[in-house]
């Protein structure tokens, strides 16, 4: 071995992370001091060249009628206009658009729909400041805009590929339960940060339809004549959280929802894997004659005991099935014990009151 | 050590670490040390290509068709080739023992949780342990291997 190539080979084994560490079109989150420490894998990825496109398609809808003004969340200053068919036109705002995290969308009457898209920077309502101050809070790693125990993070993640290098801003809900923090979840990419374009995810028409039910991992039903209040349920379920495996820091977080924290710690249902989770029961009685307890989990894993952002990823399809069982078999003994002579009639519905068999 | 010495030396050094990482990083994830197979891989592809180098240098050392004369030169023989060929390796050893323990000292289930050394880390680690190699016993295997070693030793 000659010299050059012995140079050669130090310099590649003493720096072995910018060969071996990342592959093409990794993401990876930025280190943040008391950021929800992920990797943002189930966000969607992506990149300016989606943006111009979803922009591209915006402009390209068919104006209806003349701009009027409008207002944004109470507030006045903006100009709306009709757009796309004659039969069934929507109403669009015109730039400057106003600029709202997804996740904090302010009421308006009726049931509006909002609907984003991606705008250039410069196009948005004070656009190039709320970036920037996306980025602070990104880098400072805190929770904000906090309703109850639900706040948002901000969190950064850099998308390489080749000769595309963008930063992807992303917000997410989190919960603090009993200064336990979470696992981020309903993650929507509302920044791209590109080498010549910054695009923004702005707010720009809506809709007057019914918003679509949200979506859960599972969901058990209660059937029993009377029914039994909504708060002995929240118990069951707050029990079911708090007990193992699951061993949450649970508490109540709202008249008809509890929520569970397990954070940065050796999981009891994946061994050898750590875990950050948050499962949250919703309870509700849309269903006639019985309680409905809707199931959400939000889990990430590392093999390793580190607080690294890039080393917490999603599990395996096989993991969250594994924990999606282990969650609903923690429901089930506190539910039965709502109740005598109960019976799971399937693996979502417990009949209370079946008479007992005869001996 | 001799010459003759020193090449037994290394390629003896070379098979027992190539077995060792092998079984090791292949066996490790599945007994539940903390690594996964992805990352057993990935260590194995940063440790082993050295030693496989210096295996293939002396294949290639001992069946080139050059033969060593029937009179030989006097053995080189020196206190210094034994430091520079044995150390290099026996630090490596340590080293990689040290950074394997602390990995999964600080990864077991009981340890605090964030204290953990990370993939990267452990791979840093054994990147620095080699960089020893290279500048040292991979200098002596393209010696003790080559053309003039055979004329001379």
């Known amino acids: 071995m000659g010299r050059p190539s012995t140079i050669a080979l130090v310099i590649l084994l003493a720096f072995p992370n910018s060969v071996f560490s990342y592959p093409p079109g990794h993401y990876s989150a930025l280190r943040a001091p008391d950021l929800s420490k992920v990797n943002i894998e189930f966000s969607e990825r992506v990149t300016s060249g989606d943006a111009a496109r979803d922009y591209a398609e915006m402009l390209a809808k068919p104006q209806i009628g003349q701009p009027t003004a409008c207002s944004f969340g109470g507030s006045p200053g903006y100009q709306c206009v009709q757009k796309g068919s004659a039969f069934f036109p929507n109403t669009y705002f015109l730039p400057p658009f106003p600029l709202v995290l997804p996740q904090r969308v302010p009421p308006e009457r009726g049931f509006p729909k909002p609907k984003f898209s991606w705008v250039p920077v410069h196009e948005a309502q004070g656009g190039l400041q709320k970036v920037a101050e996306w980025q602070d809070l990104a880098r400072r790693g805190k929770g904000f805009a906090c309703g109850g125990p639900e706040c948002i993070v901000i969190i950064a993640t850099h998308f390489k590929r080749e000769t595309l290098s963008e930063t992807v801003l992303e917000s997410c809900l989190v919960y603090n339960i009993v200064g336990t923090r979470g696992a981020p979840w309903d993650c929507r990419a509302i920044a791209i940060l590109g080498v010549e374009h910054t695009w923004v995810y702005a707010y720009v028409s809506y809709e007057d339809v019914h918003p679509a039910p949200p979506v859960f991992d599972f969901d058990l039903r209660l059937v029993e004549d009377p029914l039994p209040p909504i708060s002995s349920v929240l118990t069951a379920a707050q029990n079911a959280l708090e007990t193992p495996p699951l061993n949450l820091i649970a508490e109540k977080i709202t008249s008809s929802a509890v929520a569970g924290n397990g954070q940065y710690r050796v999981s009891s249902v994946l061994p050898g894997w750590h875990e950050l989770v948050t499962v949250r029961a919703d309870i509700d009685d849309e269903c006639d004659g019985c309680l409905g307890v809707k199931i959400f989990t939000t889990l990430y894993v590392n093999r390793q005991n580190t607080d690294r952002p890039e080393d917490w990823h999603l599990p395996s399809e096989r993991q969250g099935q594994t924990y999606l069982n282990a969650v609903r078999h923690s429901f089930k003994q506190p539910l039965q014990s709502l109740c005598t002579n109960s019976k799971w009639t399937d693996d979502r519905t417990l009949v209370c009151g079946v008479p007992a068999p005869h001996r | ?153």
């Open chain 2, 1 to 153: 050590m001799d010459t003759d010495n020193a090449r037994s030396w290394v390629i003896n050094a070379s098979l027992l670490i190539t077995a060792a990482n092998f079984v090791f990083f292949f066996v490790a994830p599945a007994v539940g040390f903390p690594l996964t197979f992805d990352q057993a891989a990935r260590l194995l592809e940063i440790v082993i290509p050295v030693f496989l180098g210096y295996l293939g240098s002396a294949t290639h050392f001992l069946f080139r068709p050059y033969r060593p004369r029937a009179h030989r030169a006097p053995v080189h023989s020196s206190k210094l080739l034994g430091i520079l060929v044995r150390g290099p390796v026996v630090v490596f050893g340590i080293a990689t023992l040290a950074a394997i323990f602390a990995f999964g000292f600080s990864n077991r289930k009981s340890a605090p949780p964030g204290v953990g050394m990370g993939i990267d880390d452990l791979a840093g680690a054994l990147a620095a342990s080699l960089g020893l190699l290279a500048v040292t016993t991979s200098v002596a295997v393209s010696y003790l291997f080559s053309r003039e070693s055979m004329e001379h030793g």
